[in-house]
């Protein structure tokens, strides 16, 4: 990398009024942002000096279809030459939004055409839950507000979203703990206990049915789950993990929360993943990030015809609303890239090049350093122990993960570090070469990082 230049340094002294989304604002403070991201192309960012990095992580699981697509920022700016804003409020409209609610819902799994427009997975899943609430009150089920969630799920940081988030995201934090049960994390990796995968979901399927039974599915209002956990560590669930919590979800009235925010538009080769690719049918799916690659802030939270008839049955009022719900340009950004996604046949791509990525990375297990690689075609993490047999880890203070991330960035590629982990969710138009370009690189940047550890 090219040493800072004038221009970083300025920038690097305005960001000192920024406050940075979950970070050591302590730290910041005293060492300043490393790393100032100035333009973007394909699968590549550049820094302010010039420097090229491969984006491993699309932005922040986002840029699906992959940076620099005139087609979407033409989009957005015809859309603000012709209709610059105009809400959705009360009987109010515009084709933006009207068109893209008509093709999204086009796509949902069936019975899921209705849809609520917001501008970001936090919002998609506080709507769920408000309309959710408002259903059961309808109902006159006043209790039956708890929601169950896992250890290791990530649902945003808004109020009611970081309720059903692990805790640890919100430690010393307030919290709406008291609407929120939670479940054990499906990874098995995390449960070494020499179960077999069935027996693991078992473990998993007896304990949701014990929970439910002792909170009472009276007071239990919804499930919500990440088809594969992000933000957790790419925690992916046993086989059939899926279909069994929502059988259970059904036989106790439980409605089903997808929170696809990170898996649907392409990311495990399939528009939605939750009916695709694990065979469920949700009440509720929420959406954001690849709705509109990043482009444009844009989320979307889809309700089944049996909810939205209790909630839009005569004397009702939808009793919720954000001034840029349903935005003209964030919709026109959704179009493009839903264009773009259809055009190029991304989750076809997503499906032949997925299991590549997948086979490219799992041989790096190979390393002593690493314990674990796990997720599913463009959503992959992998975990750093000390001892791979008995999985023990390094003391945090070592942050392993921040130091594969910071060789793999010497070497020009963007990863995710996690505490022990990092993830990789890259733009889905990476081509053969660049994922044989990402383990190489992945594997020096790790074999660096074993150098300093011996060294320690
Ligand atoms: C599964 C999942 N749900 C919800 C969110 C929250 O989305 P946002 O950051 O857009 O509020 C995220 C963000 O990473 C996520 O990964």
């Not at 473990?203 to 929970?211: H, I, K, N, P």
């Not at 482009?295 to 840029?324: C, K, W």
């Amino acid at each position: 990398m090219t040493l800072l230049n004038d221009r970083t340094e300025e920038i690097l002294q305005q960001d000192g009024h920024l406050v940075h989304s979950f970070s050591d604002l302590h730290s910041l403070g005293q060492e300043g942002a490393r790393t100032v991201i100035s333009s973007a192309e394909g699968a590549y960012v550049y820094n302010e000096q010039g420097d090229k990095f491969l984006d491993g992580m699309a932005g922040l699981w986002c840029v699906n279809v992959g940076h620099g697509r005139n087609e979407i920022a033409d989009a957005v700016a015809e859309q603000l030459k012709t209709l610059d804003y105009f809400s959705t409020f009360y009987n109010l409209t515009h084709p933006a939004a009207a068109s893209l609610a008509q093709r999204l819902t086009d796509l949902t799994p069936a019975n899921l055409n209705n849809v609520y427009f917001g501008n970001s997975g936090s919002v998609a899943n506080d709507t769920a839950i408000r309309v959710l609430h408002y259903y059961q009150n309808r109902l006159g089920n006043h209790r039956k507000k708890k929601i169950l969630s896992r250890i290791g799920a990530y649902h945003g940081s808004t109020h009611l979203a970081i309720a059903m988030t692990t805790p640890v995201y919100r430690a010393g934090w307030e919290s709406a703990d008291e609407l929120v049960h939670f479940l054990s994390s499906p990874c098995a990796y995390h449960h070494p206990d020499n179960m077999s995968e069935s027996e693991f979901c078992d473990f998993l399927l007896d304990e949701m049915v014990r929970d439910i039974e002792k909170v009472g599915a009276e007071n239990i209002a919804g499930f919500i789950a990440e088809p594969i956990m992000g933000a957790g560590g790419v925690l992916v669930p046993p086989a059939g993990y899926h279909e069994r919590t929502a059988k259970v979800c059904k036989d106790y009235d439980i409605k089903l929360i997808s929170d696809e925010v990170v898996t649907a538009f392409g990311r495990l080769g399939a528009m939605f993943a939750s009916e695709s690719i694990f065979n469920i049918q949700p009440d509720i799916i929420c959406t954001a990030k690849g709705l509109s690659s990043g482009y444009q802030p844009i989320s979307a939270t889809f309700f089944s015809d049996e909810i939205m008839d209790v909630v839009a049955a005569e004397g009702n009022r939808f009793l919720h609303g954000m001034t840029y719900s349903g935005h003209p340009a964030c919709c026109a950004a959704a179009h493009a890239n839903l264009d773009i996604l259809e055009n190029e046949k991304i989750c076809q791509h997503v499906q032949s090049a997925g299991p590549h990525f997948e086979k490219q990375l799992r041989a790096l297990s190979d390393l002593d350093l690493v314990g674990d690689v796990r997720g599913s075609h463009f959503m992959m993490g992998l975990e750093f122990v000390k001892n791979k047999s008995t999985r023990e880890y390094y003391d945090e203070d070592v942050a392993v993960g921040m130091r594969v991330s910071q060789h793999a960035q010497q070497r020009g590629l963007i990863v995710r570090p996690l505490g022990a982990m990092i993830v990789l969710s890259p733009p889905l138009i990476l081509t053969i070469e660049q994922i044989d370009d990402i383990a190489l690189k992945l594997r020096e940047s790790i074999v660096a990082t074993m150098d300093d550890l011996a060294k320690l």
